[in-house]
């Protein structure tokens, strides 16, 4: 089996799932409990928030464990919206945001905000120009996607943060779910306030994610309950999947040291080895985009058929964000980006991780071009 | 970087005379023990200043270690070389272009303790500033503040060549000057104290009153963290846990509600000074700060005092909440101690404690009752745990986990 959909979800590390077992099976304590056994279970809470926050290097305090990218990003985006309405209503989004971004908006369009979505140039990349040009005095919160999670761009977020700097009523969230661990990112020098992880895209476990929140910055809590993780996320903290995050999210920064020339090479064997066949387009520039991600259109195919007869050979790709696929939409980032309706529909996403070696990228790219032909001269008659 | 030493200059070491051997001595072994992850890294003490020869070691990594060692006043990433003017001014210029960005301001200090060496010390000034100046584009010169100050040093041995100056701690050489003993709460006050206390120079033991099951385990192990982070300064740190519980009963059922803070305290320094004795410390360090709860009144104070003669070191007297709370921040114990468990200090608190106790009463009242035999028996039952820096504990089955 080659697995190249990385960025719909990782396979979860051997180690992690072992510690995900262990501390279901012998810590299983709640943490707010006050005998030993809720202090053991907050006792590894507390450890593994220290190590996340290590890890990212920002401060234990500022690390909220969530249910998932998803969760973080709606904490982040209507947490922010609801606390500061009385500042002001108006928020500045890109239009290639992940889905849990672009519908918190709509609905917080239909709560009275005024959303603002900035269109990227025909390369993927919203400039902190785009930005500046939308910036009011009512904008109470700016967010931007990190890594697009369809063509794999890297926003320049540290240039919108620090003009961002000049807005001190703005706030600024950030996408991390396909860069951390892929694409480095220092939240401090960047001026980011919150900024969202999710741990089975690092081969951590689903169901677990994290929301960075600077010092200071305040918001409105989704859930209301017991008032765990400072009261901005009730319910019972997920102790053995944060755990197994934690893990996970140092597994994966060892193996971006060790393993990332390996992950660069084979990506740029897939994207040469791609380029030559004529049917296709590859919408991932080759400059400033994220070293695991490759999104590109095959003229005159549809993008199901091309995954299923891929499939076939053991080889398992993605049309566009796994979160859409299912629903035959185009790929949104590629129509933001301007590229033909036909184009967007046929639009294959191919996601590494480190364990992805150069062999497979040959076996995977000699299949596609093969693919590509078989299919070609079927549509043909 | 092309450094190949770091340049450490003492702090107040220098002033003590015939000690100063016994300073210095001491602070090499603090600054070997931490730079331990650099096993090339070698360490030259001199009279008067110190090299660290980098021997191909990481000369960043070493400076943020050396920026928490106390008795540094400030230290310089440097580079030898050989008293020849032109190569000299290719290395100045080499150091400069690699920390030079365009639009700053530099200036050229020069010290010459050679006073054999061609050029005096205006010499050296014009003639290396104007060697950069020809050779680096976008660049001018700031003699008040500049942005870059290049530091040539001409020693009978050589020269140095260092062009930036990294604050130190500050402080004298950890426990280079007698042993202490801290009350350590679990609150933010007292590891500030402690903290404080290393940075002159004392080694510190923790002292903390344990009182199952009015606190919990997870109170003790407050106290065992914030331990370690206090831990990281000499690389070990003795906690001595006390069992209170059974004092704490007996003051309660003896002594008058609005006192019992009162006498709890002077039992808490009767314990700490016998258990500094047999430790063979000369001094008791808290975290008290003037009129902060009833018991850092003056009238408390005084009424507490009584039970000892030992130097009481309170670093925290005259400091406001919000000073101490931005040092606790600064030493990391700060999230530690804000963890809510109830302490003994907090579970006795009786509604309204006295805050003018009169000395007389409390003595008088305390008559009626022996606790002397208490006192041995909880100093005899004390725990002592030597504790290692938190950064340096490997729990295996935890770790195992992470």
Known sequence: ?381 | MMYDRILVRYGEISTKGRNRNKFIDRLRKNIKRALSDYPNAAIKAERDRMFILLNGEDSDGIGEKLKGIFGIQSFSPAIKVEKDLEKMKDVALELFRKIHKPGKTFKITAKRSDKTFELDTNGINSEFGGHILRNVEDLKVDVRKPDINLQIEIRKEAAYISAETIKGAGGLPAASGGKGMLMLSGGIDSPVAGYLTMKRGLEVEGVHFFSPPFTSERAKQKVIDLSEKLAEVNGHFALHIVPFTEIQQAIHKQIPENYTMTTTRRLMLRITDAIREKQGGLAIITGESLGQVASQTLESMYAINEVTTTPIIRPLITMDKLQIMDIAHEIDTHDISIRPYEDCCTVFVPSSPKTKPKLDKVQNFESFFDFEELIQRAVEGTERMVLKPASETVDDTMNDLF
């Open chain 1, 1 to 381: 089996m080659i697995y190249l959909d990385n960025s719909a979800t990782t396979k979860p590390y051997k180690e992690v799932l072992d510690s995900f077992l262990k501390v279901s099976e012998d810590f299983f304590g709640n943490p707010s409990s006050l005998h030993k056994i809720g202090g053991q279970a907050e006792k590894l809470l507390q450890q593994a928030r220290s190590q996340v926050a290590r890890l990212l290097n920002v401060k234990e305090a500022e690390i909220l464990f969530t249910s998932g990218g998803t969760e973080s990003n709606n904490l982040a985006v209507k947490g922010i919206a609801m606390a500061h309405r009385e500042r002001g209503r108006h928020i500045i989004t890109t239009s290639i945001e992940h889905a849990s971004i672009r519908n918190a908006m709509v609905q917080l369009e239909s709560l009275g905000f005024e959303i603002t979505y900035v269109k990227p140039d025909g390369n993927g990349f919203n400039s902190a120009d785009s930005i500046k040009r939308e910036m009011r005095d009512d904008t109470i919160l700016v967010s931007v996607i990190h890594v697009n999670n369809e063509v794999g761009t890297i926003q320049p977020v540290k240039e919108i943060g620090s003009l961002l700097k000049k807005y001190p009523k703005a706030f600024f969230h950030v996408d991390f779910v396909q860069g951390v661990g892929k694409v480095p990112l220092d939240f401090y020098e960047a001026g980011i306030h919150l900024s969202t992880i999710s741990g089975h895209k690092f081969h951590g476990l689903k169901g677990t994610g994290a929301l960075f929140i600077k010092e200071g910055v305040t918001l409105s809590p989704l859930f209301s309950g017991g008032n765990q993780e400072w009261k901005q996320r009730s319910g019972t903290e997920n102790v053995a999947g944060i755990v197994a995050m934690s893990k996970a999210l140092r597994m994966t920064f060892e193996h971006r040291k060790e393993n990332l020339n390996q992950m660069v090479a084979a990506m740029e064997t897939l994207r040469s080895g791609i380029s030559q066949i004529k049917e296709i387009t590859i919408h991932t520039p080759k400059e400033n985009s994220a070293p695991h991600i490759l999104n590109f259109s095959i003229h005159g195919l549809k993008a199901e058929t091309f995954v299923h007869a891929l499939e076939e050979k053991n080889i398992y790709v993605s049309t566009t964000s796994a979160c859409s696929s299912k629903k035959k939409a185009a790929s949104k980032t590629l129509l933001a980006m301007g590229v033909p309706l036909s184009e967007a529909e046929s639009a294959i996403r191919v996601s590494l991780t480190y364990s992805n070696t150069v062999e497979e990228a040959e076996i995977a790219a000699k299949a596609i071009a093969d693919t590509v032909k078989h299919l070609s001269e079927v549509v043909k008659k």
